[in-house]
């Protein structure tokens, strides 16, 4: 039906005779002649119906906005001064000799020109929110993307491997979605979080290079940068170490930007530990854009009289640190107050803070409600080791180590944002060593880092029961401008050491031969070493894109109450269905609401 995609016109095709397809974007009227601004997925043309050509003009003053159409013409230079260089096209423009429209369009919802547009109606109306070239382009990129990545990995050897989306249910972090099944009465299937498990029995099956672009579920709570269903770059790798995995990945990402972007990131890209992120920036995604760093006093505050700083500081798991912010001193009040806000939210009780107006004058110099509860010497101890100087403020943290990080290292990420601290565009870092466990003080038990299937440090593996808290994984994690890109390790591929990590979980024999039987009897039948890694293809994309939300980087996401508001899902079933799978509603369940 056409000769051109919209962005293929150009002066070079002058006097030829073309046919278009498209969306009508808009049409103006200027004195008896018509134009029109014709739309494909590529880009825009101008079209032109002149009285002259009687059919083409009485279709052109019937065209409205979102009409299809179907326009043939001439193409000719547009005249002197009209020319719009920003645009592929933009020097040509079409006289159209004929102009058939394929389909009306209602008046829609909203203007597809228009930027501030309410997210919920775009997603209601998602299929014209994709027309948009901005939402467009984004998809674009996400192909190209998906498309350097098959490319890659098809060239190092990989095989794209499918595994099963109805599974079983597996401990991995996360809530399960449940599928019950019809043929089974009150048996379910699980949606995976993960391939996990499966990737790791396709090493043992010899296929030692695998890859998978995949979907995963998790039924958690959401936010700017999670959905119920996503996509991962899936990779694994036999006889590989930590070394042999990120050789892989990291060239692989630095390529990506390369051609996509046009970017070059750094080669090699940096290394963090664990301990270094935690102790530096609170985070263990580390945005290295961010000048701020955290300071630690732990140790000074063991013996001063400020009783809220010494018994964070005695406490066995208790931290206090403090976070310089050059020239904060220009802080007003409120402000400070709303960042104390900012802090309660990760569970810090207070915000203390010191405004350094003078060095050399004593505590006289320093402005703050805590001065006059800490030593001279104290107070000239944490001006040397924070490297404050005259305008700056002091931000301090004292409670557990993990509020002291989070409340801490949330804030030096606000604070840059508020205070355009930010340096360069692309940071990338690897963060490795990570702890194997989690201490849950709740229910006063390890859990996992990443996940059970995570192997330890060799130096760590003996002393995995008596003190598992400081045993670390051989784990490593690809941090991005402050997000976490992606995240792998080299897994466990003995028995013995897959019993001893079940154990310091608290798993026992049984409990472990219940869920992960079939794991453990791969394990006997010559399973080789192995790890991999997994990128989250959507946040990727996000940060690539300029995106402020992966719902902008997926054709049809849902929304932060996990429903589709485009066609209504979750929605209700017939109980002839639910009959079928042997499953009856409590009283009140089931009610139809309304996606928010």
Not at 299 to 308: A, G, I, T, W, Y
Not at 310 to 316: F, K, N, S
Request: contains cysteine; aromatic residues 8%; charged residues 25%.
């Amino acid at each position: 039906m056409r000769t051109h995609y919209c962005n293929g016109i150009n002066e070079n095709l002058i006097g030829q005779t073309v046919r278009l397809c498209g969306w009508a974007q808009r049409r103006r009227d200027h004195g008896g002649v018509v134009f029109i601004d014709l739309r494909d997925r590529e880009g825009l043309v101008q079209v032109v119906a002149d009285p002259d050509q009687a059919e083409a003009f009485a279709a052109a003053n019937e065209c409205r906005s979102e009409f299809v159409l179907s326009v043939e013409g001439v193409l000719r230079a547009r005249p002197a001064g009209t020319e719009n260089l920003q645009m592929p096209s933009g020097k040509v423009e079409l006289m159209a000799t004929r102009i058939e429209i394929l389909n009306r369009s209602e008046p829609v919802p909203f203007p597809l020109d228009e930027e501030d547009i309410a997210e919920n109606l775009r997603l209601k109306y998602r299929y014209l929110d994709l027309r948009r070239p901005e939402m467009l382009g984004r998809l674009r990129l996400r192909h190209q993307v998906t498309s350097y990545v098959r490319r890659y990995l098809d060239s190092g050897g990989f095989m794209d491997v499918e595994t099963p989306v109805l599974t079983r249910s597996t401990p991995e972090g996360a809530r399960d979605y449940l599928v019950p099944s019809r043929t089974q009465p009150g048996h379910f299937f699980a949606l995976p979080q993960s391939p996990q498990l499966f990737k790791q029995l396709l090493m043992v099956a010899g296929i030692d290079r695998y890859y998978q672009i995949t979907k995963c579920f998790r039924d958690e709570d959401l936010r700017a940068d999670r959905q119920p269903e996503f996509t991962q770059i899936d990779i694994e790798a036999s006889f590989v170490d930590e070394e042999a995995v990120m050789g892989i990945a990291e060239p692989m990402i630095r390529g990506l930007f390369a051609e996509v972007l046009g970017i070059d990131l750094p080669n090699p890209f940096p290394r963090m530990t664990y301990a270094d992120a935690m102790h530096r920036f609170g985070v263990d995604r580390p945005d290295l854009r961010n000048p701020l760093e955290l300071t630690e006093l732990s140790d000074l505050m063991r013996s001063v009289e400020f009783k809220v700083f010494r018994e964070a500081a005695e406490r066995p798991r208790g931290r206090v640190a403090c976070l310089r912010v050059p020239g904060g001193a220009q802080l007003s009040r409120a402000q400070i107050d709303q960042y104390t806000q900012f802090a309660a939210i990760y569970g810090a009780k207070g915000l203390a803070w010191i405004k350094i107006n003078a060095l050399d004058q004593g505590a006289e110099g320093l402005q703050s409600p805590i001065v006059k509860f800490l030593a001279p010497e104290v107070l000239q101890e944490i001006l040397q080791r924070s490297g404050a100087a005259v305008g700056d403020i002091l931000f301090f943290g004292a409670d557990t180590a993990k509020v002291v990080n989070e409340a801490l290292g949330n804030l030096r990420n606000r604070l840059a944002a508020d205070l355009n601290l930010l340096e360069g565009e692309w940071r990338p870092v690897w963060v490795t060593d990570f702890p194997m466990f989690d201490f849950d003080e709740k229910d006063n038990s390890w859990t996992s880092t990443h996940h059970p299937f995570t192997a330890p440090q060799s130096a760590h593996l003996e002393s995995l029961a008596e003190n598992p808290g400081a045993a670390l994984a051989r784990a490593y994690d690809l941090v991005l401008n402050g997000n976490e890109i992606g995240g792998g390790s080299i897994r466990i591929h003995q028995e013995k050491v897959q019993e001893k990590v079940f154990a310091a979980l608290g798993i026992g024999a049984e409990e472990a031969r219940d869920k992960f039987g079939f794991l453990l009897d791969a394990l006997h039948y010559g399973a080789p070493p192995h790890g991999g890694l997994a990128f989250g293809l959507d946040r990727l994309v996000m940060l690539m894109s300029g995106a402020d939300t992966i719902r902008d980087v997926i054709a049809f996401p849902k929304t932060q109450k996990a429903g589709c508001l485009l066609t209504e899902a979750p929605g209700v079933v017939a109980d002839k269905q639910l009959q079928e799978l042997g499953i009856r509603l409590r009283p009140g369940v089931g009610a139809d609401v309304q996606n928010s």
